[in-house]
């Protein structure tokens, strides 16, 4: 008996979120399927567009990774997209291949509307997407996913760190425009600090 092959997943994602979908590729191949990801697939001097119209001939299932950069973003990813719409349009009605995963909120495109998503930032996005990779892999004889989902991780979109104020920065404060005669009057320039001298 021929041993079941891994499962094949071709990842679709913008080079925005080459970290995420890096992080994507090498969990899922943890788990023991074949995830096609150009970074690691794609070798010198390849023709890419003939790989990747190979790649989506010949896999299982299609993840098309989405963030707000993605779905608003001109070029090949765009044209990707609709590659990946064409190929899903050679399977049976009701099978799941083409999944929408979501590194981040943000709209789907319209024409993924009638596919449902997953949410790959939220604690249960990897396990509902696992589920359904076991059941596409039974479906077409594929080997099992193995997968412990104690160790299964968020994918979650890099937060930037907010930038530190100098020390110009913070004492600065905010300009007020006073109008009339202000002789007499105190004027304190600091850093949020006052004092009252209105005791008496």
């Not at 950069?69 to 765009?78: D, L, N, P, T």
Request: proline share 6%.
């Amino acid at each position: 008996m021929a041993a079941k092959h891994p499962l094949k997943i071709f990842i679709s994602y913008a080079s925005g979120d080459r970290v995420q979908a890096q992080k994507l590729h090498d969990h899922l191949h943890s788990l023991g399927t074949d995830p096609w990801f150009d970074v690691e697939d794609l070798l010198p001097g390849q023709d890419w567009k003939m790989e990747i119209s190979k790649a989506l001939d010949e896999t299982d299932l299609i993840l098309l990774c989405l963030s707000k950069k993605s779905v608003s973003k001109e070029g090949y990813v765009q044209k990707e997209m609709r590659l990946a719409l064409d190929r899903a349009l050679e399977i049976p009605p009701g099978e799941i291949f083409l999944v929408p995963a979501r590194f981040e909120e943000c709209d789907l495109p319209y024409s993924l509307r009638d596919f449902q998503w997953v949410d790959l930032y939220t604690e249960s996005g990897m396990k509902k997407l696992i589920k359904s990779l076991s059941l596409r892999a039974a479906k077409i004889g594929a080997q099992p996913i193995a997968v412990d989902y104690a160790a299964v991780p968020e994918i979650k979109k890099e937060k930037t760190a907010p930038k530190r104020k100098t020390p110009a920065e913070k004492s600065s404060g905010t300009v007020i425009n006073i109008h009339g005669n202000v002789s007499g009057s105190n004027i304190v320039i600091g850093d949020g600090n006052t004092v009252d001298n209105d005791t008496e």
